[in-house]
C-alpha cells in the first residue's frame, strides 16, 4: 500500500480535527452514554470526513478505498463509541445504498447522510438471529406500493438517534438465504418505536437500541436493490463493515501501546523504569510485531478491494485476528498499568470493556471461523 503525499496529509488534517472537536469531548459523552451524533457528523461532513468513496452527486468526496483504510486508523485513535457510530454511517449502513440504490433514493436519503443532515443504522440483527443471519423473522409484505414491516431489531448501533435504517426482512416464503430484502426505512413513519436503549458493558457512548416495527408503511420505491437479494447484497455490505472495523482496530491498537509505552517509560519499579525490565520490551515487542502483521494484512485486503476484487476471505481473517489482538493488548496495557490501569480514572479500563466486542459484534470469531472454513473447503458442515 503506497500513502502519497496527498494521503499523508489527509491523515494529518483529520488527526487535528478529531483530537480538536471530539477527543476533549469524549468523557463526558461517555459518562452520558450518548454522543450528539447529529453535530459531529456535520462536522466530519464540512471536514470531507463523510462519504469519501461515494460519488460527489450524493455528497461523496470521489476518493478512493485507500482514503476509508486512514479513516478508520485514525477513528481508531479515539475511542471505540466513537468510531464505531461514525462508521455505522460510513461503511456498514449505507454502501448497499450507493452501490445498488436507485437514484431518488440516493439523492433523498444518502446526500443528506453524507452531508452529516441524517444519522443511520443498519438493522440485521434480531432477538432470535444474530450469527445466523439467514434465521431473521422481521417480515415485509408488499400491499399495493407499500411494504407492511413487522418485526424487531436488537443491539442496533446509533438507533435511538438514526433518521433512517438499512433494514433487511424477510420479502417472501422461500426461506434461508432466499427472500430477503433490503429496505431504507425513515424512522418518522408510524409504527417505528425505539423500544429499549440498551445498557452494555463498553462503548458506552454509543446508543445500542432494540427496535420495534409494527404495521410500519414504507414505499416500495424505498427498496434498496433487488427484491430478494437482500442477504447477498448484505453479505457484500458486511465485508465494508468488517474491513473498517479492521482499520479502527488497528488504530486503536497502535495508540494503546504508544501509551502504554509512555507510561512504563516514567514508571519506575525496583529502582528503574518499567520499560527498562526486558519482560516488557519483549512483550511489547511482541505485540507491535502482531500489530503490524494485522496492519499490513489490512493493506494487502485493502489492495484486493481496489482491484475490485471479492475480499471475503481477507476481511474474514482480519476479522478474527483483529478481534483477538484487540483483547490480547488491551490485557496487557492494563496489566503493564497495574493498580492504576484498574482504575476508571485510566483510559486502560474502558479500553479493555470496549475491546471485548470486537470478537461478537459484525459477525462473532466462531462465524468467522466457520465461513473460513468453508472457503477453504474443511468438512461439510
Ligand atoms: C454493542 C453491539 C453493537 C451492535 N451493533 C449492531 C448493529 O448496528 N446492527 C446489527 O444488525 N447488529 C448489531 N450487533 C449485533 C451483532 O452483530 C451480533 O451480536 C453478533 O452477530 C452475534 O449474534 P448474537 O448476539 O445473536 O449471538 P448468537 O448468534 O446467539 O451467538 C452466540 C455465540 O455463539 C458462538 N457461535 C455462533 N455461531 C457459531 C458457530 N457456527 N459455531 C460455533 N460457535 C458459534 C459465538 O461465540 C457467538 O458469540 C451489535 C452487537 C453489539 C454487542
Redesign the pocket.
Known amino acids: 500500500m503506497e500513502f502519497t503525499p496527498e494521503h499523508e496529509l489527509f491523515r494529518k488534517s483529520l488527526r487535528g480535527l478529531l483530537e480538536r472537536e471530539f477527543e476533549p469531548h469524549l468523557d463526558e459523552w461517555e459518562a452520558a452514554e450518548a454522543m450528539p451524533l447529529h453535530d459531529i457528523f456535520r462536522t466530519l461532513a464540512g471536514a470531507g470526513a463523510l462519504g469519501l468513496e461515494y460519488d460527489p452527486a450524493y455528497a461523496g468526496q470521489g476518493a478512493d478505498h485507500s482514503y476509508s483504510v486512514i479513516l478508520g486508523e485514525e477513528l481508531g485513535r479515539l475511542d471505540a463509541a466513537f468510531s ?1 457510530a461514525v462508521s ?1 454511517q460510513t461503511d ?1 449502513s449505507t454502501p448497499s445504498l450507493h452501490r445498488f440504490g436507485t437514484h431518488a433514493l440516493k439523492e433523498r436519503y444518502l446526500a443528506p447522510a453524507m452531508r452529516g443532515e441524517m444519522v443511520t ?5 434480531e432477538p432470535d ?4 443471519v439467514a434465521a431473521l423473522r422481521t417480515r415485509a409484505v408488499q400491499d399495493g406500493d407499500e411494504w407492511v414491516i413487522n418485526g424487531t ?7 435511538t438517534q438514526a433518521d433512517w435504517v438499512c433494514l433487511l426482512a424477510r420479502t417472501s416464503d422461500e426461506g434461508g438465504y432466499r427472500g430477503m430484502t433490503q429496505i431504507l426505512v425513515p424512522t418518522d413513519v408510524p409504527g417505528f418505536r425505539v423500544s429499549r436503549k440498551l445498557n ?1 458493558l463498553g ?1 458506552r457512548a ?1 446508543d ?1 437500541a432494540e427496535l420495534s416495527f409494527e404495521d410500519m408503511r414504507v414505499p416500495v420505491a424505498n427498496t434498496i436493490g433487488e427484491i430478494g437479494r437482500g442477504f447477498q447484497q448484505q453479505m457484500a455490505q458486511f465485508q465494508n463493515e468488517r474491513m473498517i472495523a479492521c482499520y479502527t482496530a488497528v488504530g486503536a491498537m497502535g495508540r494503546a501501546i504508544e501509551r502504554t509505552v509512555e507510561y512504563v517509560r516514567q514508571r519506575e519499579v525496583f529502582g528503574k523504569p518499567l520499560l527498562d525490565h526486558q519482560y516488557l520490551q519483549f512483550r511489547l515487542a511482541e505485540l507491535t510485531a502482531e500489530l503490524d502483521l494485522l496492519r499490513h494484512y489490512n493493506y494487502a485486503c485493502a489492495e484486493a478491494y481496489l482491484r475490485g476484487d471479492d475480499t471475503s476471505r481477507f476481511a474474514t481473517i482480519a476479522k478474527l485476528k483483529a478481534g483477538r489482538l484487540q483483547r490480547e493488548i488491551a490485557d496487557w496495557c492494563l496489566q503493564f498499568h497495574g493498580g492504576i490501569g484498574y482504575m476508571e480514572e485510566t483510559w486502560t479500563a474502558g479500553f479493555f470493556r470496549d475491546s471485548r ?1 470486537l470478537s ?8 468467522m ?2 465461513t473460513l472454513a468453508r472457503l477453504e473447503g474443511f468438512g461439510t458442515a
Do not use: F, H, P
Not at 121 to 125: C, E, F, G, M, Q
Open positions: 464505531m455505522v456498514m443504522s443498519i438493522a440485521v440483527t438471529a444474530g450469527s445466523d431489531k436488537l443491539y442496533i448501533t446509533n438507533g452494555k462503548n454509543s445500542t466486542l461478537i459484534g459484525g459477525g462473532a470469531d466462531e462465524v471461523l466457520r
